[in-house]
């Protein structure tokens, strides 16, 4: 396939679970791919499975830091001039029930999964051209809620809602902007905390009866990265399961 042959595209949490199986999609498909994660060593081994320098470079920092996000687009644009692709992964979540919510958990989630969503897409606009697009993480938990993850939940509603406005305000310009939502999906992370019995439980919420392969969202992220959804923006594409549509 060669759906983005030529394309330059970045990736926030690029280094493992969803973000990596997109980063391998769209090497496989013709891109050249920047990988922005916390870790350096886990960086390192991503860059090592996705072919090397030649196919993409990894950049380290946070996008709750808006100047980790200024290095890596002053990178890209030095090194590619322009961006195609824009896939906001980078996301956080962790569980605590009405009652217990901490300032520090708001923060936390907040800061990363809507702060950081709002800034790496207003920081990639410079970069961007008509044709581009920007693909933004959703998760089913932004449409049913889920016992504990109320702040992730919201800030999942609020990425939706982000992706709807941007349509709206990006007319004229040729850029399109879509939402990505998996439901539970099988990372190496998810696996080892759920283990083989929680992989089974979560798998049997949807009716098809299994947790997502991250292969299949990432094939999706390079449907929507590619001009085959050229006509679609301000959409939400739910990739779980049918778990959140039934």
């Known amino acids: 396939m060669s759906r983005l042959q030529g394309k330059t595209a970045v990736i926030t949490g690029g280094a493992t679970g969803i973000g990596l199986a997109a980063a391998q999609r769209y090497v496989e498909e013709g891109a050249f791919v920047y990988i922005f994660g916390r870790r350096q060593d886990t960086l390192d081994a991503a860059i090592d499975i996705l072919g090397g320098p030649s196919k993409a470079h990894a950049i380290q920092g946070s996008i709750a830091n808006l100047d980790d996000l200024d290095h890596m687009y002053a990178a890209i644009k030095a090194e590619r001039g322009s961006l195609d692709i824009v896939f906001a992964n980078a996301g956080t979540g962790s569980q605590l029930n009405l009652g217990e919510i901490t300032v520090e958990h708001c923060d936390g989630i907040l800061d990363t999964n809507i702060k950081g969503t709002i800034f790496t897409v207003q920081k990639a606009l410079p970069l961007l051209k008509s044709g581009s697009s920007i693909i933004l993480t959703g998760s089913s938990a932004g449409t049913t809620g889920s016992p504990a993850f109320s702040l992730y939940a919201a800030s999942k ?20 902007v879509n939402v990505l939502s998996p439901g539970p999906t099988a990372t190496e992370l998810a696996k080892t905390a759920l283990g083989e019995e929680g992989v089974k439980a979560f798998g049997a919420m949807n009716p098809l009866q299994r947790m997502a392969d991250p292969a299949e969202i990432g094939a999706v992220a390079a449907f929507l990265a590619s001009s085959d959804s050229s006509f679609m923006t301000a959409s939400e594409v739910a990739v779980d399961g049918g778990l959140a549509q039934i």
Request: aromatic share 4%; proline share 0%; hydrophobic share 45%.
């Open 157 to 176: 509603a609020a990425v939706r809602n982000l992706a709807k406005t941007w349509a709206e305000d990006l007319k004229g310009t040729g850029i399109r």
